[in-house]
Structure formats: structure tokens, C-alpha cells
């Protein structure tokens, strides 16, 4: 039986291999489009299932919500620029208000949703805090849609046009540049924050036994509010950036984006924050070379398929531990 | 089990309350359905509008038939089992003449259950080829082109006047978009002399349009025609810019209006787009857009006019007839001449508008101008 | 006669460590056997590997049911373990928490029923009967443990010691030749082990059972056990028994290095 | 008790809340005028209404906690104390019947067809139960299914022109067997894995339908469905809705009745084991791969069954309707009715289906509430509106 697979795996890999090649070969430029394409859609994705990956580690909830605080991000920062625009700011520090404003308020709001809708259902079967964050989530949606508008309103970018990066600009632009960049300078920082400092480790702790973590004087509740909050931080950039580089938002933005984070997020290993952005990636480039090679009617047929094939082979996600179950 | 039977006669006491239907009293009751709420809610609401306002007009001026005008409005989300329930509400609250809907299929959807209760439907906005051609809906007039003319326009104007030899199809997959693309194909084929080199479907809302537009600038296309609305439409239209893709970007009536060039911004200019003609220039036209902007404190929306129209033609329609009647009504229709914003408009046998074709029109410095 | 268990060079690896190394154990029919040991040596991972919750890295395990041909366990899933006659219960108690007592145990007979899809949702006449057999016979094996009183209880309400003695009705229900008892004393007062001690005991005379235990109250297991296996990291290091056992100086050796509290 | 801290506490809360929605209740910006405005009175009414919302809140949940401390587990719900009591049970269920007979009858066209929709959406709930209620394998992509019994009964009727009752039957089977087929790949997938891969199958079949024109007539969907035909005579627009409203009860008492009996059969037991504790479900004898199978293939089944109906009451079908909130409300519908419960389920779908349309009244805010009241009730009644109860066995003293 294994070797069968093998043989069909190897035969795949070797045609499409050879038929890769050739393309690659034949228009090598349109192949480094596609690729950077696609890195820059797998960042998108990364700084949304950061804030998921997190929360999944320490509480095991898909917050649903999630998607809502990274539009919410976008929003104040979109009031903020327009505001204090027609008071006739300068751009950059309008730019840096604006990120700040976003960050603090989505932070803001990562932990209200987390007092209201989650604390209680702390001990709660599972699924109810699952339907709990869904309730939420439609209720932040309508409570934006109701307090400005449902239509799609225009961002303009906060990020000008690099003047050192205007060659390369047609292949990749200034956006999306620092899309790439901040995602991996997010990662990073996430990275020494988990590793290195006392809440990292409170975090690590609390993630893998609340009970016990609390034995040992964490504070079980502090330490699940500074995820929430860490979580809604990297989601207010990333919906700051991302409206930048789609120049548009409405209160609906975080539903989508925040279902292919999840994915993402899933396909890495949920929990593990590498995992989350390698997943990211992988989603990311696979997609855009799907569409590029392909038909992009069937992206997302693509995208699930490839999910599906590696959680069948790997059923923790590409960067998740296998939990041997303790008998 | 007091409280439980309590409990079910309230409930059923309330329901009463709830359901009784509105009586045929002294007041005509005309039904609005479309989209009002979600994403797509703009279009709906603009064509309410215009039917809100026109309702307001002929009410001060008599109402039809010596009867005021009541409004009833149901909001179907654009989805086609929500407009289904939505459409027996307004029967059952005893609508008896209806405008809408938006999208096409909740009008199909819906129009099973007004062509059983016997009521005239005009759209404002539904523009698929089926409703009309077909002959499967008898009672459904419009007062918009059917896809069908504009992809006969878009295609003649791709090959005449912008010289194109190379086109990409892109489309949102949904059933307008897709709808008109594949229209647009079929005319050109018939046409021929241009070549489809490209004909996908993209996945509305998605965060990143690179690939497709990598793939567009493969192809090499002149000209890429859009199928589908003005937001996917402006995040396309704004990476081809970037990333310096040499095309003309040409959509339909989805991304007319101010709605498009007002998301897209300076990556609107270059443009083009087929809407309905431009009639700013009819007195009724602006004698609106100002009542509009006075009560609303904008400029009017996409489907406005038509919305105003539908109703203009209804209570035209049951003047002539002499009774709210819908078979009496609905001869009436086809002899009609209406003086609406949009022009003098008419019926033809299959219920398409006769007078309100479409134009092209192309985005300079931020606005639509027309441009044949 | 064969060994109605035989287990010969049980070897368990995870990664490079050697949780069980060549272990030799047979069991007769009618007998209780223990298997004592330091924590850690190896003791679940073994009843992990006969009932096919793990995959043994090497080693043959044989049955001989009573009346019944060897066969070998080799590659079965838990399910199938079962249903050839071996029945567990878990150190760290595993009852089903959304059930009543009496549904746990008909769990039990849930490999003994045929009720399939259509069985279930029409339920014709045998599939009735079949139903009233089993409810009646969980009800029976209930009152033989002495919990039937707690029969339309949620499982999870019950006291610690009720628990325990639930998992082993549970496991009788699925009509074993063999009993796998995992610490059934674990945590039980002295009262509740002495009625432990007797319910054993009777199980074995009464219902044609053979039983292997693990345990760590060694007042138990000696005077409970007719044969007893020390395990030591893994590697079986004496078997006879209690009294051989308990004069073994491999024996004394390995539960002098441990915390004695148990030993 | 209010006492002074608790309105300290509120206060503050209230503030908190003020700072929080000031950017995006206040001020209203319209980016296309470059128009900016401040709804003062915004602020102030919303620090009143969090201040009372805040008292209310923790005062319940004050009230919640300490119920908890001093009550077990396993009170019964006062639904079932009701029916389990015979004196009760049959006037209520008379009660019942003659409600849902009367109802078509009684109420306009509108609220029979709002209430089909609903109880197609208990046979959804129902059926989804058994794949999360009982088997507890999180599936979020059921709308597959559905979509899978729509597109059944459209596509037969198109080509074969196959009639609504022949199709019932047809697109069960094939509910069951797409259930099997796509149930295996993911069986060894737990937990929030599973549900993303479920989530998964739920789109890949709904783009399928999307772009597969050929087959499926894409986007512009499949229209003209006949309604369920009635001896060959035409009942009209009103009277075939009143007919498929009594189909669907009739359908609704079949699934209740047979879920009901798979619940407290061999299977629904091992269901609720495989819940339970995997590991000590197969060490009893019970094969996982088997029961996760049935439990995926039944709860299809019911999925298909409710597509049928749907397309024939709809008459006009297209992948739209098929999106994944689809499967999030039928989710929705059976947590909060009370997972494993079929009175339950029941329940959540009348209320969940039913409210946002009588919530038309106060229209724009309706999924505000809507979701407000999601969460409510998940913190208030995480076990769902009528917590699940077990049957139970009555033995008469065995003679010895």
C-alpha cells in the first residue's frame, strides 16, 4: 500500500516537476511575479493568523472575532487619517497617528471581545465559545456597518511611493514591500516575545496547562488578555497595511480575510507562531501560482485541496507537534 | 403547564398581531424589493430611493387613480431563497404592484410567486437576458437594458473604436458578472476579428488581485473587460496601474457611477465602462438629483432614476387602465410613453425598455464622461 | 494446556527509548496474575501494546480463548482486541461522562450487537429483543458490581470509588476471557479496596474469568495474585509467586531505588 | 444588590466603553466629500446605556456563578420534567398538533413559508446533531450536503424530469454516500482540524457548482423547480406552499422520530462514546472508523433530504446559497438550542431562524441584535437553550 503511494506521489511530483521547469524556463520573469505575488499575499495572510495561532495556543478558540478586530483596525485608522487630514496634518505623523490609533484601539477591543464574550465560557464546553465568538463577530460587523457606512469607503495609502524603490516598483510596490517586511519583523518580535521574555514564558506555560500554570502564580487571566491584546496589535497592522494595498475598506473585510488567515493558520499547525507564517506563505504562493498556471476560478478549490493533502499526511499542519494522546 | 399554554397563546396572540394583513383600504399598496442591507446593499437602496421620491411626487400631486400610494419594503439580501419569503410577505401584506428586484436572481426567484398572485413587476435594475427572453415571465417589465445590448455595445466599441485585437474576460463568478462576460464572448465571436485571450473568474472580496493581473499583463491583452461590481473592479484596476499593465480596463454597469471612480481614485482615470445613457441634460433629471441631494445630502445613487422610473411607468400604466388590474395594466404598458429622467421611455413586446439604451463612457479626471 | 495469554519478546520503542525490552509473559487460564513495578517501568505501555492501542515495535502476542484455536493479535485495532475476548479498564478513569451508569456498561455490549443503520431507526423485533437483552444484561452485571442503585446516574456524579468499579463493569459487559485491570485500587480507601479484593476474587470463581493487574498496593497484589511479573525499565526482571517474589533480590533491588511509598 | 462599588464598577465600565467606541460611533467620516462628523450625542447615550447594560450584566452573572456553585450538574431541563410527566405531556402535544395543523390556515402565505424555512432547518439541525452533538465532530462544511440534495432533486428534474418524491429518496442515498466519501480522508483529523477540512469540502463543492457550467448551469443557478406535485392536480401558488408545509412536518416528525431512536440505539451510544473518550470507545469494542462513517453518512443524509426541499419550495436554486454561513447558522442552531438535544434543536431553530425575521421590525439593527444575543445566550446558557438528558431505564425488581 506504501509503496503505491509513493509511486503516485513520485509521478506526480515528477510531472508536474518537469512541466514546472518548463515554465519556469520559458518565462522566468512571470514566475518571479507569481512568486512575489504570492509572498506578498501569504504576508497578508501571515499577519492575520498570527492573532489567530495565538489565541488558538493558549485557549484552543477559533476566534472568530478576529477578522472583525483587524477591520476595526483598518476603520479607526481610516477615521483617524481623515480627521486629522482635514485638520491639515502632515502626512508622515499623520501616517504614524493613524498606525498607533489602530493598534491601541484594536488592542482595545481584542480585550473588551475577550471579558465579554469569552471569560464566562472559560469552563464551558467548547463549541459554545466557538458560536459565542461567531455572535460576536456579527456583531462588531453590523455595529460598524450601523455607526458608518456599509459601503466600501476609499483608503488612500498611508505609505508613499519609495523613491529608492521606484525601479523595482512595477514588479513589487512600496506596499507591498513593507508588507513582506513588516510581517517578518512582526514574526520575529513575536518570536522573542514568546521565547525570551517573562509573559512569553507565562504564555508558553499557561498554553500548556492552565491549571498548572496558575499552581505556579501566573496570573492565567492577565497572561489570556495579553494575548488577545498581542493578537489584536499584529491584526491592527496588518489591516492598516492591507487596506493600504487594496485602497479600500468595509465592515465586512474581516470575514474573508479572516477565514483564509484561519486556514493558513491551520495548514502551519495552529498554536505555533512560525507555523502560522510558513502556512501563510505556503497558501499564499501555492494560490498564485495557481491562478498564474492556471485557472483562478478553482484558487480556493486549490487551496483547500492542498489543505486537505497535508493535514491527511501531517494531521497536526506542517509545523504542529503530533500530541501523542496520553493513555 | 399553565405558564406553557400561557405562554403558546401569547405567542400565538402575537403572531395574529403580527400577520394581519394590510386591507385594501383607501390606499394603493406598492411593493419595493432589493437589496438593502450587506455589500450590495448601495444598489438597492439607490433604486428605493428613486422609488421613495416618486412615490412622494405622485402623492402630492393625487396619487393614482384619485388613491394615495403606500410603499411596502422588503429587503431579499440579494439572495434568491430570502427574496422567495420576502416576495410572499409583500402578496400577503397586499402589494399589489411591485418594483424590484435588484439582482436577478431574486427576481427570477421571486417571480414565481407575483406571476401566481397576478402582479406587474418592473426592475429597476435587473438586467439578466432570461427574465426577458425567455417568455417565462410575462409580468416582469424593466425600465434598464438587458445584459445582452451591452455586450452587443461593449464588443462593437471594443473592435471599432478602441482597435483591439486581444481581450481578457474577467469576472466575478457571480451571475451578473459571469453572465456578461459570457455575452461578451458570444458577441465577439460572432463579430470576430478579436481574439479572447484570456476568460477567468476571480474571487470577489479576496484580499489580492497580483496573480490575476500578472497573468492579464501575460496575455498581452488590450483591452480587459470586467464582469462583475465596483469594488473587486477598483482593486484590479488600481494593481494593473502599479504594476504598469499596459491595458484599457472596460466594465459594465457594475462599475458606473461614482461608487467606482470615487474607490479607485486617480487609478480610475483611463476608464471605460457602459451605463445607461446620459440624460443630466432632461429637466426632470435635475429637478431630481436636487430633490436627492436635499433630502439625502448626496448625489444620487446607481439605479436611482430607474427606481423612479418603474414607478412613473406603474402609475402611468394603471392610469391608462382605468383600474388597478394587472392584465389591464399590462396592456397598458406596452403602449405607454413615460417622460422619466431618463428620458421618454417605453415597453417593447418582451418587456425590455425601449428609449434607455446604453452608452460608453470613460473615466476622465476622476468623473464619467461619454464618450460615443 | 496453552497459555490463554502467551506475550513473547515484547519490544516497545518511542524514538530511541526502549519502553519495553523482550518481555516474556503467559498467562494461564482461571489465574490472576499481577504486574508490579517501579512508576515508569512500563507497566500501561504494556497493556497499551496486547490491546492494540499501540503497535509493538517487535514481539508476538498470542490468545487462546478457552475452547477456542490460538491467534495472534498482531496488527488488530483496540476494537478488534476486544471483540476476540481481552477487556481493559484505564489508570486514570475513562467512562463515557454524557451517559448514564447503565449506558456506559451497555457500551460494553456494543461489539456482542448487530444493530446496524437501519436496525437502529426501525428497530424490527430482533432488534428489540436484542436492545431488551442487552439493557437487562448491563442491569445484571450492574448488580453483580453493586452499583445498581446509580443506574440512570450521569456517570460523572458518581463517587470515586463507584467510578472505578464502573469501569470494570464496563469491561465485563464485552464478555472478556481475559480482564486487563489497569490500578483498579488507585485512590481507593481501605474499605473500597477490601470490597475490590472480593470482587476480584469472585469474578474470577464466579464468571470464568482470568485477570492480569497492574497494582501498586502490594497488600493487594499479594494477597490477591496467584503468579506476579516485575518489570523494571522495561525489561521483565522476576516472575513467580507473591512469595518467591517478595524474597527476590532483583526485586527488592529495583523498589529500593524508587520512592518506597508504594513498594 | 447594587451596592456603591458595583456602580463604581459600572461606571467605569461605562467610561471604558465610551473611550472604546469613540472613534467609530462618534465620528462619522465620509472619505469620498472628505467630510468629517461628530455625533456628540452618540457618546452620552452610549455611557448611559453600557452603565444599566454593565449592572444587568454582572448581576446575572453574579447570579449564574452562584447558581453553579450551589446546584450539581444534572438538573433537568423544565421542558423535559414537563413531557417526562404524562398528565402534562398529552395536552402539550395536543396542543402542538393542533397548532401546526391550524397554522397554514390560520396565519398568511408569508408565515407558512417562513416557517418552512424554519423546519427545514430543524431537519438540518436535527441532522447535523448527530455529526456534532452526538459523534462530536466539528463540521463546518454541512452545507456541502445540502447543496449536494438541492442540486439532486434541480438537476434530475431538469434532465429526467424526476419528480420531488422519486428525488427524496435518490438524493438521500447520494447524501449518504457523499457523506461516506468525503467522511474517510478526514477520519483521522480531530477537533478544529477537522472543521477547517470539512470547512474545506463545504467550498470546494460550492465553487464547483459555481464554475462547472456544463453541469451545473453556474452562477445563474437552475431556475423553474417544481414544487412537489399533488395526485397530478395544480394546488396553486397558496396551496402548494401549504402542501409543502405539511411534507415538511410530516418530514420534521419522520427525522425526529428516527433520530430519536438512533440516540438510544447501539449506534447513538457508541456516537456519544467516540464523543465522550476515543480511546476508551474503541478499547470497549467499538470501531472508530465505522461509527465516525455512519455519523458522517446519516447526518448527510438528513442534509440532502432538507436540499430537496428547500429547491422545491424555492423553485430557484444557485450556489449562492450555499455559502458557508449556511453552515455556520446550522451550527449556530444546534449549540444554541442545546447540542445532543433534539427538543434542543428544535428549539434553537424556531428561535434562530424565526427571530431575525419577526426581528424586521427594528430591520437594520436585526443582525446586531442577532449577534448580541448569540453571544448572551452562549454566556448565560452555554449548554444551549434545553441541555440534552438521557434516557432512562426503569427495571422492575428482578426476581431472584
Known amino acids: 500500500m506504501r509503496w503505491i503511494y509513493i509511486t503516485i506521489g513520485v509521478a506526480i511530483t515528477g510531472v508536474l516537476g518537469f512541466l514546472g521547469i518548463r515554465e519556469v524556463v520559458s518565462d522566468p520573469v512571470y514566475f518571479l511575479e507569481l512568486l512575489l505575488g504570492g509572498l506578498t499575499r501569504g504576508s497578508i495572510y501571515a499577519l492575520i493568523a498570527l492573532g489567530y495561532t495565538m489565541v488558538y495556543g493558549i485557549i484552543q478558540l477559533i476566534n472568530f472575532a478576529h477578522g472583525e478586530i483587524y477591520m476595526i483596525g483598518a476603520m479607526t485608522a481610516l477615521i483617524v487619517a481623515s480627521v486629522l487630514g482635514l485638520w491639515g496634518w502632515n502626512a508622515g505623523v499623520i501616517a504614524i497617528l493613524a498606525v498607533v490609533f489602530a493598534v491601541v484601539y484594536s488592542c482595545a477591543y481584542g480585550f473588551t471581545v475577550e471579558k465579554i464574550a469569552y471569560k464566562p465560557l472559560r469552563n464551558a464546553p467548547r463549541l459554545s465559545a466557538l458560536i459565542s465568538a461567531i455572535g460576536m463577530s456579527l456583531f462588531l460587523q453590523n455595529y460598524v456597518m450601523l455607526a458608518q457606512t456599509p459601503e466600501f469607503m476609499p483608503f488612500r495609502s498611508l505609505i508613499p511611493d519609495f523613491a529608492f524603490w521606484e525601479p523595482y516598483a512595477h514588479i513589487m510596490s512600496s506596499v507591498e514591500l513593507t508588507i513582506i517586511v513588516t510581517t517578518v519583523i512582526v514574526m520575529v518580535l513575536l518570536g522573542i516575545l514568546i521565547k525570551f521574555t517573562r509573559i512569553g514564558k507565562a504564555m508558553r506555560a499557561t498554553a500548556q496547562d492552565k491549571v498548572m500554570a496558575a499552581l505556579l502564580g501566573i496570573n492565567v487571566n492577565q497572561v489570556i488578555s495579553t494575548t488577545f491584546v498581542v493578537g489584536s496589535a499584529t491584526a491592527a497592522i496588518g489591516g492598516v497595511l492591507i487596506a493600504c494595498h487594496v485602497g479600500q475598506i468595509n465592515f465586512f473585510i474581516g470575514f474573508l480575510a479572516g477565514l483564509k488567515a484561519f486556514i493558513a493558520a491551520v495548514l502551519g499547525g495552529i498554536g505555533s507562531i512560525p507555523g502560522a507564517v510558513l502556512g501563510s506563505l505556503v497558501l499564499g504562493i501555492s494560490e498564485s501560482f495557481f491562478t498564474g498556471y492556471f485557472w483562478s476560478e478553482y484558487e480556493d478549490v486549490f487551496a483547500f485541496s492542498i489543505l486537505v493533502i497535508i493535514l491527511i499526511f501531517r494531521p497536526s499542519g506542517i509545523l504542529g507537534k503530533h500530541e501523542a494522546q496520553k493513555v | 403547564m399553565k405558564s406553557i399554554f400561557k405562554a403558546l397563546a401569547i405567542a400565538a396572540l402575537a403572531m395574529v398581531v403580527f400577520a394581519v394583513p394590510g386591507f385594501a383600504g383607501d390606499t394603493i399598496k406598492i411593493g419595493s424589493a432589493g437589496v438593502i442591507s450587506g455589500d450590495l446593499a448601495p444598489y438597492g437602496i439607490s433604486a428605493l430611493r428613486g422609488v421613495e421620491i416618486a412615490i412622494e411626487d405622485l402623492n402630492a400631486k393625487g396619487g393614482i387613480l384619485g388613491k394615495q400610494i403606500e410603499l411596502l419594503v422588503g429587503d431579499d439580501v440579494c439572495k434568491p431563497e430570502v427574496s422567495v419569503n420576502m416576495a410572499t410577505k409583500l402578496v400577503s401584506d397586499g402589494a399589489q404592484m411591485i418594483v424590484g428586484h435588484v439582482c436577478s436572481g431574486c427576481t427570477i426567484a421571486a417571480n414565481k410567486i407575483y406571476k401566481d398572485a397576478n402582479l406587474l413587476v418592473v426592475s429597476p435594475a435587473s438586467t439578466n437576458d432570461d427574465l426577458t427572453l425567455t417568455g417565462e415571465h410575462p409580468n416582469f417589465f424593466r425600465t434598464i437594458a438587458y445584459d445582452g445590448a451591452q455586450a452587443t455595445l461593449m464588443t462593437n466599441f471594443v473592435k471599432n473604436e478602441l482597435k483591439a485585437k486581444k481581450v481578457a474576460l474577467i469576472h466575478d463568478k457571480g451571475d451578473y458578472g459571469k453572465g456578461q462576460m459570457e455575452l461578451a464572448q458570444a458577441a465577439f465571436e460572432k463579430l470576430g476579428g478579436v481574439e479572447i485571450v484570456l476568460l477567468e473568474g476571480v474571487t470577489t472580496g479576496a484580499v489580492d488581485f497580483s496573480a490575476i493581473v500578472q497573468k492579464i499583463k501575460r496575455s498581452e491583452a488590450e483591452v480587459t473587460m470586467w464582469g462583475g461590481y465596483h469594488s473587486d473592479a477598483s482593486k484590479i484596476v488600481q494593481l494593473l496601474k502599479k504594476k504598469r499593465v499596459d491595458t484599457i480596463f472596460f466594465g459594465g454597469d457594475g462599475i458606473i457611477g461614482d461608487n467606482f471612480t470615487n474607490l479607485a481614485g486617480k487609478y480610475a482615470d483611463g476608464v471605460y465602462a457602459t451605463g445607461p445613457n446620459d440624460t443630466s441634460s432632461n429637466p426632470l433629471y435635475q429637478e431630481l438629483a436636487a430633490k436627492h441631494q436635499k433630502k439625502y445630502g448626496e448625489d444620487p445613487g446607481t439605479f436611482f432614476y430607474n427606481g423612479y422610473a418603474c414607478v412613473q411607468a406603474l402609475s402611468m400604466a394603471a392610469e391608462k387602465a382605468g383600474a388597478i388590474d394587472s392584465d389591464k395594466m399590462k396592456a397598458a404598458m406596452y403602449e405607454i410613453k413615460v417622460d422619466s429622467p431618463l428620458g421618454p421611455i417605453g415597453f417593447d413586446k418582451n418587456g425590455d425598455v425601449i428609449g434607455a439604451g446604453f452608452s460608453v463612457y470613460k473615466v476622465m479626471d476622476g468623473k464619467y464622461k461619454q464618450v460615443n | ?263 | 444588590m447594587v451596592t456603591i462599588k458595583k456602580i463604581k464598577q459600572a461606571f467605569f465600565i461605562a467610561l471604558w466603553f465610551m473611550v472604546l467606541t469613540f472613534p467609530i460611533m462618534v465620528i462619522k467620516v465620509n472619505t469620498i466629500t472628505d467630510t468629517v462628523v461628530f455625533r456628540w450625542s452618540y457618546l452620552f447615550w452610549n455611557g448611559i446605556g453600557t452603565f444599566f447594560a454593565s449592572l444587568t450584566w454582572n448581576y446575572f452573572l453574579h447570579l449564574k456563578e452562584n447558581k453553579q456553585k450551589t446546584e450539581t450538574s444534572d438538573d433537568i431541563p423544565m421542558v423535559h420534567q414537563l413531557l417526562q410527566n404524562d398528565r402534562f405531556r398529552i395536552p402539550f402535544l395536543i396542543a402542538l398538533a393542533v397548532f401546526f395543523l391550524i397554522y397554514p390556515f390560520v396565519f398568511p402565505m408569508y408565515h407558512t413559508s417562513i416557517m418552512i424555512s424554519a423546519l427545514v432547518y430543524v431537519m438540518l439541525g436535527l441532522g447535523l446533531n448527530i455529526v456534532v452533538g452526538l459523534a462530536g465532530l466539528l463540521d463546518l462544511g454541512y452545507v456541502a450536503f445540502y447543496c449536494v440534495g438541492a442540486y439532486a432533486y434541480a438537476l434530475l428534474n431538469l434532465h429526467f424530469g424526476v419528480s420531488f418524491w422519486l428525488a427524496l429518496p435518490i438524493s438521500a442515498v447520494l447524501g449518504f454516500m457523499f457523506g461516506t466519501l468525503l467522511g474517510y480522508p478526514v477520519l483521522r483529523l480531530r477537533g478544529d482540524y477537522l472543521a477547517i477540512v470539512t470547512l474545506g469540502f463545504g467550498e470546494i463543492i460550492r465553487i464547483i457548482m459555481e464554475n462547472w457550467d456544463d453541469f451545473s448551469n453556474g452562477p445563474r443557478g437552475i431556475s423553474n423547480i417544481p414544487p412537489p406535485n399533488f395526485f397530478g392536480i395544480d394546488l396553486g401558488q397558496h396551496g402548494s406552499v401549504i402542501y409543502i408545509y405539511f411534507i415538511v412536518i410530516a418530514l420534521v416528525l419522520m427525522t425526529i422520530f428516527f433520530v430519536g431512536r438512533l440516540e438510544n440505539s447501539r449506534l447513538g451510544r457508541a456516537w456519544i462514546a467516540l464523543r465522550d473518550d476515543e480511546v476508551a470507545c474503541q478499547a470497549m469494542g467499538i470501531d472508530k472508523v465505522k461509527t465516525k462513517l455512519t455519523a458522517f453518512a446519516l447526518g448527510a443524509t438528513w442534509a440532502s433530504i432538507g436540499g430537496v426541499v428547500f429547491a422545491a419550495k424555492t423553485s430557484y436554486i444557485n450556489p449562492m446559497s450555499f455559502t458557508i454561513w449556511e453552515s455556520i447558522t446550522i451550527l449556530c442552531v444546534v449549540v444554541i438550542g442545546g447540542m445532543g438535544s433534539a427538543i434542543g434543536v428544535i428549539a434553537g431553530a424556531l428561535v434562530l431562524i424565526l427571530l431575525p425575521e419577526y426581528l424586521r421590525a427594528v430591520a437594520e439593527y436585526r443582525m446586531l441584535v442577532f449577534g448580541a444575543l448569540q453571544v448572551i445566550v452562549m454566556v448565560f446558557k452555554p449548554d444551549g437553550l434545553i441541555k440534552s438528558v438521557r434516557k432512562t431505564y426503569k427495571f422492575k425488581k428482578v426476581e431472584e
Open chain 3, 1 to 263: 494446556m496453552e497459555p490463554i495469554l502467551n506475550v513473547k519478546n515484547l519490544t516497545m520503542t518511542f524514538g530511541g527509548l526502549k519502553a519495553l525490552d523482550n518481555v516474556n509473559i503467559a498467562i494461564e487460564k482461571g489465574q490472576i496474575a499481577a504486574l508490579i513495578g517501579p512508576n515508569g517501568a512500563g507497566k500501561t505501555t504494556f497493556f497499551n501494546c496486547i490491546t492494540g492501542i499501540y503497535e509493538p515495535s517487535k514481539g508476538q502476542v498470542t490468545i487462546t480463548p478457552p475452547g477456542k484455536s490460538s491467534q495472534t493479535l498482531k496488527g488488530l485495532k483496540p476494537n478488534q482486541v476486544t471483540e476476540r475476548g481481552l477487556a481493559r479498564t484505564f489508570q486514570n478513569i475513562r467512562l463515557f461522562q454524557g451517559m448514564t451508569v447503565l449506558e456506559n456498561v451497555m457500551i460494553g455490549r456494543h461489539c456482542r450487537m448487530n444493530a446496524g443503520i437501519f436496525g437502529a431507526m426501525i428497530r424490527p423485533k430482533s432488534q428489540k429483543s436484542e436492545e431488551k437483552k442487552a439493557t437487562y444484561a448491563s442491569y445484571e452485571i450492574l448488580e453483580k458490581i453493586g452499583l445498581e442503585k446509580y443506574v440512570n446516574e450521569m456517570a460523572v456524579n458518581l463517587p470515586y470509588g463507584a467510578q472505578r468499579r464502573l469501569e470494570i463493569a464496563r469491561a465485563l459487559a464485552t464478555d472478556p476471557f481475559l480482564l486487563l485491570l489497569d490500578e483498579p485500587a488507585a485512590g481507593m480507601n481501605p474499605q473500597e479496596t477490601k470490597e475490590l479484593d472480593d470482587l476480584i476474587i469472585w469474578l474470577r470463581d464466579n464468571e470464568d474469568l482470568s485477570i492480569l493487574l497492574i497494582e501498586h498496593d502490594m497488600k493487594l497484589v499479594m494477597s490477591l495474585s496467584d503468579r506476579i511479573h516485575v518489570v523494571d525499565y522495561g525489561k521483565k526482571i522476576a516472575e513467580g509467586t507473591p512469595k518467591e517474589v517478595k524474597s527476590n533480590p532483583e526485586v527488592i533491588k529495583a523498589y529500593l531505588g524508587d520512592d518506597s511509598d508504594d513498594a
